[in-house]
């Protein structure tokens, strides 16, 4: 499954509309995962294929979007993004978490389960 890139306006109508609201209220269906990155980022590439192979095994779920914050800066900085990969995990409810740094795919998948789909056990 193709990953979504989201623009700021993209963004507003599907996770959050910061313009809008002071307060954090989620747009989304599904719970998702943002990773906000840059193409000459090296990290960013390690992290990229293990969110595309999670995307296919969340697919119905949860949804993955890419934020380039070279193109997107405004987006960036509305959440302070200072390093990245910044991957930030907005839950249907509840406040979003954010993690930084190239992640391996078993810290993600705990993430997802314990954040977005607040799986027990």
Same mark, same amino acid.
């Given at each position: 499954m193709y990953m979504e890139h989201l623009t700021k306006?993209?963004?507003? $109508?599907?996770? =959050? %509309? =910061?313009?809008? %609201? #002071?307060?954090? @209220? =989620? *747009?989304g269906k599904l719970p998702? !995962?943002? $990773?906000? &990155?840059?193409?000459?980022? +090296?990290?960013? #590439?390690i992290v990229a294929p293990i !969110?595309? /192979? !999670?995307? #296919?095994? &969340? /697919?119905? #779920?949860i949804n993955i979007y890419k934020v %380039? @914050?070279?193109? *997107? @800066? *405004?987006?960036a900085a509305a959440f302070g993004i200072r390093s990245i990969p910044s991957l930030l995990f907005?839950?249907? *409810?509840? +406040?979003? +978490?954010?993690?930084q740094?190239? !992640?391996p795919k078993e810290t993600l998948v705990k993430a997802i389960n314990d954040v977005l789909l607040k799986v027990v056990g």
């Open positions: 306006q993209s963004f507003q $109508d599907k996770v =959050f %509309n =910061f313009e809008k %609201n #002071k307060d954090w @209220t =989620f *747009e998702c !995962l943002i $990773d906000f &990155y840059a193409d000459w980022c +090296q990290p960013c #590439k !969110l595309e /192979e !999670l995307s #296919k095994e &969340y /697919e119905g #779920k %380039n @914050t070279e193109e *997107e @800066t *405004e987006l907005c839950p249907s *409810e509840g +406040q979003p +978490q954010m993690a740094g190239a !992640l």
